[in-house]
């Protein structure tokens, strides 16, 4: 791998629909990780919602949905696998949307077209600065989250509800701008990632690792973290990057590659981390980027508080769900409120 590569348009991107959206695209290609951490929070009183019932069919229209080699697909045979499918998933965007609206409403904000239509540009850009590349980069993206014109729609309005409740929290300081400049041009390294719910684990984690075995398998067997379908890799992390935690970001510069660390006691649970590689950094000299770098620190603040107030309102949502298929996948889902 080359030591000098720079993060891709594209990853970039990527990482931005993945940390801003939170909950619609699911996770994206770009690894990232300690997103996964299980929530013990008492459910709040308004967000009971009833997300469907088994007695109601998806639809009343007496034309089928599918005819296939003469014979028909109904409703009744596609509905529990589309629940199953992405049942949990479509509830979870639903409920946040409510409980924004509910945000939206004690802060007076109203989301207009143009906070909307700033989002989409914003994306485009972060894929490209070539319109025709942007909008092909974005249709693949797009494609591979399953995100037709209703749920891409709503996850821009989604971002454009939290990107307007987090500019509230927003703070530009001298700290944050160097922290742009050094998560832009600064050396980074990329490790892999285990994070389990508790010490004991930890320690079997550990000794399985002291005794040879490859740490992307223990991960994918054991870390409740979503990098683990890649093994625990994670893309390359920053010194000063913001969207991860300070203690791991420590450990991470104090390893050796090859390394593996101790458990490392964050939050809601306990992650180890293996180096796998350091980048250099660039050079560039920090007077010459400051006001690229000003833009930098804004909107990755705004992604880490976008972030915390999806993760916050969801933390308090349990619906009640009345259909055995949608029960199942709702428990099933990746947990964004995590």
């Not at 909950?23 to 459910?43: H, I, K, Q, Y």
């Not at 509910?102 to 994306?123: P, V, W």
């Not at 994070?195 to 067997?221: C, H, M, Y």
Request: proline share 6%.
């Amino acid at each position: 791998m080359n030591a000098n590569r720079r993060p891709t348009k594209r990853a970039m991107c990527q990482k931005f629909l993945c940390l801003c959206a939170v909950v619609g695209a699911g996770c994206s290609t770009e690894p990232r990780g300690l997103d996964s951490f299980p929530s013990d929070t008492n459910p709040s009183p308004r967000s009971t919602i009833v997300a469907g019932s088994a007695a109601k069919p998806i639809s009343t229209s007496d034309r089928p949905p599918v005819i296939f080699d003469g014979d028909v697909i109904s409703w009744d045979e596609m509905q529990p696998r589309l629940y199953e499918v992405s049942g949990g998933q479509v509830i979870e965007e639903i409920v946040l949307e409510r409980l924004l609206r509910q945000e939206l409403r004690l802060a007076n904000i109203a989301i207009d077209e143009a906070a909307i239509a700033l989002e989409e540009k914003t994306a485009l850009e972060a894929l490209s600065t070539d319109p025709a590349r942007a909008a092909q980069l974005l249709t693949a993206l797009r494609n591979a989250q399953s995100l037709g014109p209703t749920r891409w729609a709503a996850l821009l309005w989604r971002n454009a509800a939290m990107r307007a409740l987090a500019k509230r929290e927003i703070t530009i300081t001298d700290d944050t701008i160097r922290q742009a400049y050094d998560t832009a041009h600064g050396p980074r390294r990329i490790a892999r990632l285990i994070v389990v719910s508790d010490i004991a684990t930890a320690e079997k984690v550990r000794t399985r690792l002291n005794a040879g075995e490859p740490f992307s398998e223990v991960a994918a067997q054991l870390s409740i973290d979503s990098s683990a379908e890649r093994g625990g890799l994670l893309a390359p992390i920053a010194r000063l990057d913001p969207s991860f935690p300070p203690a791991f970001r420590e450990v991470l510069f104090t390893i050796k590659p090859g390394e593996n660390s101790a458990a490392i006691l964050l939050e809601n649970g306990y992650a180890i981390i293996q180096l796998r590689e350091e980048i250099s950094g660039d050079g560039v000299n920090p007077a010459t980027t400051r006001a690229e770098d000003e833009r930098s620190a804004r909107r990755a603040q705004e992604r880490v508080e976008m972030d915390r107030l999806a993760r916050t309102l969801l933390r308090k949502a349990r619906p009640t769900i009345f259909d055995d298929s949608l029960s199942d996948s709702w428990n099933r889902r990746p947990r964004t409120e995590n």
